[in-house]
């Protein structure tokens, strides 16, 4: 994986942005409906229709959340939150809005933009079918303001071709010298595993594929890695661990892992009046030195550390790595159609439904959500409201088995949560 500095240029002509052609493409289907998708995406896109609540279709969005273009992808070995952009998922031009399309990539990103960020763009499948205009990109650029390149940290384009790269080199004029340093090309998919773990990447099967034909077209001498396998779980793995196995490791059956009892405890002392606490990241480094030692069952101390965002990360970190989301899988339908409950009653039926937890699950929910009462009673001062905590912990509590998520189940999902943050004097009476 490269980052490239682009050239300076005179601001181009249209003219010469519009000799800029596409690569041909083998396969221009489209995913207009289900009879143009492969098996496997058509048993996900089933799926994904089964688990999550779909926008009415009614609603302004609900044309382009349909195509699952976007998504958001839980958070990044930094810590950071990972919104995906699927190009081979766009229909041809002339059957989507692309004015439509950015308010949607914008709404998305609104959750997100004040916190520390990645953006993922799958470049295979964008042809001269589908592609939008160069006016449009040139409008789509100036229409994300600072507020939007603030906090992104990295805009990683996987499967670059040359017209990629001679587009963002034509529109250097109009790129920051500072954003143009957070561009990386991707050229195969093992590489994003210094990034993300790709297995939480819902990664389209054509872009599957087109990286099979890149890596089966080179010499044996040239194979990039593939993905690591994964290794197998240490003796005392904590991260990636059930909770009733964690549960029946410990001397005094503690309920609370005691990943999540070091770091909250760590951050009650020295966390609450952090501003932006838990919307920054933290050096991949340290994080990875941190998993290992509690994999190992070497002892952690926060305090000698002394990095408030790295003990943040890691907590998020450890929810993340759950083999099942805190919340369960079993929650997922009635949490994600939450917002279909009167206001009345709401603390009734949360109550009712987190009862069901397993008392691990449970537990440990109860321990979280009451250190994030104590962090939101601070906000004045760490900026930090339930609105904004239940951004950054409703898609790490729940996620559906694809791992992936489109707008129209993430909203609903962290509506639930700032329910909660709202009412657990309530709930956890």
Same mark, same amino acid.
């Given at each position: 994986?490269?980052?490239?500095?682009?050239?300076?240029?005179?601001?181009?002509?249209?003219?010469?942005?519009?000799?800029?052609?596409?690569?041909?493409?083998?396969?221009?289907?489209?995913?207009?409906?289900?009879?143009?998708?492969?098996?496997? +995406?058509?048993?996900?896109?089933?799926?994904?229709?089964?688990?999550?609540?779909?926008?009415?279709?009614?609603?302004?969005?609900?044309?382009?959340?349909?195509?699952?273009?976007?998504?958001?992808?839980?958070?990044?070995?930094?810590?950071?939150? %990972?919104?995906?952009?699927?190009?081979?998922?766009?229909?041809?031009?002339?059957?989507?809005?692309?004015?439509?399309?950015?308010?949607?990539?914008?709404?998305?990103?609104?959750?997100?933009?004040?916190?520390?960020?990645?953006?993922?763009?799958?470049?295979?499948?964008?042809?001269?079918?589908?592609?939008?205009?160069?006016?449009?990109?040139?409008?789509?650029?100036?229409?994300?303001?600072?507020?939007?390149?603030?906090?992104?940290?990295?805009?990683?384009?996987?499967?670059?071709?040359?017209?990629?790269?001679?587009?963002?080199?034509?529109?250097?004029?109009?790129?920051?010298?500072?954003?143009?340093?957070?561009?990386?090309?991707?050229?195969?998919?093992?590489?994003?595993?210094?990034?993300?773990?790709?297995?939480?990447?819902?990664?389209?099967?054509?872009?599957?594929?087109?990286?099979?034909?890149?890596?089966?077209?080179?010499?044996?001498?040239?194979?990039?890695?593939?993905?690591?396998?994964?290794?197998?779980?240490?003796?005392?793995?904590?991260?990636?661990?059930?909770?009733?196995?964690?549960?029946?490791?410990?001397?005094?059956?503690?309920?609370?892992?005691?990943?999540?009892?070091?770091?909250?405890?760590?951050?009650?002392?020295?966390?609450?009046?952090?501003?932006?606490?838990?919307?920054?990241?933290?050096? %991949?480094?340290? %994080?990875?030195?941190?998993?290992?030692?509690?994999?190992?069952?070497?002892?952690?101390?926060?305090?000698?550390?002394?990095?408030?965002?790295?003990?943040?990360?890691?907590?998020?970190?450890?929810?993340? +790595?759950?083999?099942?989301?805190?919340?369960?899988?079993?929650?997922?339908?009635?949490?994600?159609?939450?917002?279909?409950?009167?206001?009345?009653?709401?603390?009734? %039926?949360?109550?009712?439904?987190?009862?069901?937890?397993?008392? +691990?699950?449970?537990?440990?929910?109860?321990?979280?959500?009451?250190?994030?009462?104590?962090?939101?009673?601070?906000?004045?001062?760490?900026?930090?409201?339930?609105?904004?905590?239940?951004?950054?912990?409703?898609?790490?509590?729940?996620?559906?088995?694809?791992?992936?998520?489109?707008?129209?189940?993430?909203?609903?999902?962290?509506?639930?949560?700032?329910?909660?943050?709202?009412?657990?004097?309530?709930?956890?009476?």
């Amino acid at each position: 994986m490269s980052s490239e500095l682009l050239v300076d240029l005179e601001d181009p002509p249209t003219s010469q942005l519009d000799q800029l052609k596409l690569s041909t493409v083998e396969d221009q289907q489209w995913p207009g409906d289900d009879s143009t998708l492969t098996k496997s +995406e058509t048993d996900i896109s089933q799926r994904f229709a089964a688990e999550s609540a779909h926008l009415p279709w009614d609603h302004p969005y609900y044309d382009i959340a349909r195509h699952q273009i976007i998504e958001v992808a839980g958070d990044d070995n930094f810590g950071r939150k %990972v919104i995906v952009f699927n190009a081979c998922r766009m229909p041809p031009h002339h059957e989507l809005d692309h004015h439509k399309m950015l308010m949607y990539l914008k709404a998305t990103l609104d959750q997100y933009v004040e916190s520390d960020y990645t953006l993922i763009y799958f470049h295979h499948g964008l042809t001269s079918e589908n592609k939008p205009s160069l006016g449009w990109l040139r409008d789509a650029y100036r229409e994300f303001d600072r507020k939007y390149k603030k906090n992104i940290k990295a805009l990683y384009i996987v499967h670059p071709t040359m017209f990629i790269k001679t587009l963002l080199i034509l529109f250097k004029p109009l790129i920051s010298f500072k954003f143009g340093r957070k561009i990386n090309y991707v050229s195969y998919l093992s590489e994003l595993e210094d990034v993300v773990k790709c297995e939480q990447l819902l990664i389209p099967a054509r872009v599957r594929e087109y990286d099979n034909k890149l890596r089966a077209s080179l010499k044996p001498s040239a194979q990039p890695p593939m993905s690591p396998p994964r290794s197998l779980p240490l003796p005392n793995q904590v991260f990636g661990v059930p909770l009733p196995m964690l549960r029946h490791r410990t001397k005094d059956d503690d309920l609370v892992p005691v990943v999540m009892r070091d770091t909250i405890g760590f951050l009650s002392e020295q966390g609450l009046e952090i501003e932006g606490i838990f919307r920054r990241s933290a050096n %991949v480094t340290l %994080v990875k030195e941190v998993q290992l030692k509690y994999n190992s069952d070497d002892p952690v101390s926060f305090r000698e550390m002394e990095d408030i965002h790295l003990a943040a990360v890691i907590l998020k970190t450890f929810l993340r +790595e759950l083999p099942e989301p805190l919340l369960t899988y079993h929650l997922y339908n009635d949490i994600v159609n939450f917002n279909s409950v009167s206001s009345d009653n709401q603390v009734a %039926v949360m109550k009712k439904l987190l009862e069901t937890l397993p008392e +691990e699950n449970y537990a440990s929910l109860r321990y979280l959500v009451t250190f994030l009462a104590q962090v939101s009673s601070n906000s004045e001062v760490n900026k930090m409201t339930n609105s904004n905590l239940a951004v950054v912990f409703g898609p790490n509590l729940l996620w559906g088995r694809d791992n992936a998520m489109s707008l129209s189940a993430i909203g609903p999902i962290n509506n639930f949560t700032r329910t909660l943050l709202d009412q657990q004097h309530l709930v956890f009476a």
